[in-house]
């Protein structure tokens, strides 16, 4: 059974961190490019960041570059988001995504910007 989990989301206040992980299994996962997205209240989905299926390239929306990390650890089969000097229009559902033969989704996990 394929499943992606996402965790780490949470509250933070703006200029804070928060780092996302997206835990595969039931697919191999180093096949797959990996990327997140998210959907704030009212908007489309959107890409935040993608990355190969060996890591060796990346990608990355213009509102998030230089401030947000995405990573892969194969070994581990899950991938990260770290996120630094976070603002309020983060704030949305973020999800992960595997893509190659198949597209899976993860249920999303909450990230909220607020002071």
């Known amino acids: 059974q394929v499943q992606l989990v996402e965790s780490g989301g949470g509250l933070v206040q703006p200029g804070g961190s928060l780092r996302l992980s997206c835990a595969a299994s039931?697919?191999?996962?180093?096949?797959?490019?990996m990327s997140w997205y998210r959907q704030a209240p009212g908007k489309e989905r959107e890409l935040v960041a993608r990355i190969t299926s060996v890591g060796g390239s990346t990608n990355y929306a213009d509102s998030v570059k230089g401030r947000f990390t995405i990573s892969r650890d194969n070994a581990k089969n899950t991938m990260y988001l770290q996120m630094n000097d976070l603002k309020p229009e983060d704030t949305a559902l973020y999800y992960c995504n595997a893509r190659w033969n198949y597209d899976y989704w993860g249920q999303g996990t909450q990230v909220t910007v607020s002071s």
């Open positions: 039931g697919f191999t996962f180093s096949r797959y490019a």
